[in-house]
């Protein structure tokens, strides 16, 4: 009977050890899939740490990339706006050379006009003028005051005028009796066949001769 107890204690015991060892190890398995699964999650945390890290440095590069094409194009941007200012100087030059030949040609032509309408007038005038020199070359011997005065009332006016028109570069060339001949202004209208072997000088002016910025336009008419 006492045997028969102890081995029911024993197996009693036995089945006891067999319980807590079977708690035991599936506690250890549960250790064990804990600590499996605190590997795998720091494997993921650090598997997503190290893809977060290469998207960072894929990110950067593409960033990098990016920013060296903006860079480029950028530059390539400001190469064609300086050609593009380089090119607008050029025309700028030349309009400038363009506007300058022109005002020179403008003021060259109104100069050359001004001058043309100057010896027209003065072409136009030359009747008027050389009448009124004749004249007073042969004003008629008077003793009648009225006369007189008119006269030389007339040779004031004319001898101004002349003045007015000698002040805008205009000469009027009036020899005198007895100046040598001056081919260059003067027209000599009679035969002088006969006068070839002596000096020929001015016997008589016929007419009076202009000249207009050292241009001779009406050449004195002379008799020798």
Same mark, same amino acid.
């Given at each position: 009977m006492s045997n028969s107890n102890n081995n029911d204690k024993k197996t009693s015991q036995n089945l006891e050890d067999l319980k807590n060892q079977n708690i035991t190890n599936s506690v250890d398995e549960k250790e064990l899939e804990k600590n499996d699964d605190d590997i795998k999650s720091?494997?993921?945390?650090?598997?997503?740490?190290?893809?977060?890290?290469?998207?960072?440095?894929?990110? @950067?590069e593409e960033i990098s990339k990016s920013f060296e094409?903006?860079?480029?194009?950028?530059?390539?941007q400001i190469?064609?706006?300086?050609?593009?200012?380089?090119?607008?100087?050029?025309?700028?030059?030349r309009l400038s050379e363009e506007l300058q030949k022109y005002d020179k040609h403008k003021e060259l032509y109104a100069t050359e006009m001004?001058?043309?309408?100057?010896k027209d007038l003065l072409k136009n005038l030359?009747?008027?003028?050389?009448?009124?020199?004749?004249?007073f070359n042969f004003l008629p011997n008077t003793d009648d005051e009225n006369?007189?005065?008119?006269?030389?009332?007339?040779?004031?006016?004319?001898?101004?005028?002349?003045?007015d028109i000698q002040k805008q570069q205009i000469e009027i060339i009036v020899p005198k009796i007895g100046?040598?001949?001056?081919?260059?202004? @003067?027209?000599?209208?009679?035969?002088i066949s006969n006068n070839q072997n002596q000096e020929i000088t001015v016997k008589q002016v016929v007419s009076i001769g202009i000249k207009v910025d050292n241009q001779v336009i009406i050449p004195v008419s002379i008799m020798v």
């Open positions: 720091k494997n993921s945390i650090e598997a997503d740490k190290i893809s977060e890290e290469k998207t960072e440095e894929i990110n @950067m094409e903006y860079l480029k194009n950028l530059e390539k190469a064609t706006k300086e050609q593009e200012i380089k090119t607008w100087q050029i025309k700028t030059a001004a001058k043309k309408a100057k030359h009747p008027f003028l050389n009448t009124l020199y004749l004249a006369i007189t005065k008119f006269f030389k009332t007339l040779k004031i006016s004319f001898d101004t005028l002349i003045n100046d040598f001949v001056d081919p260059t202004t @003067m027209n000599i209208i009679n035969d």
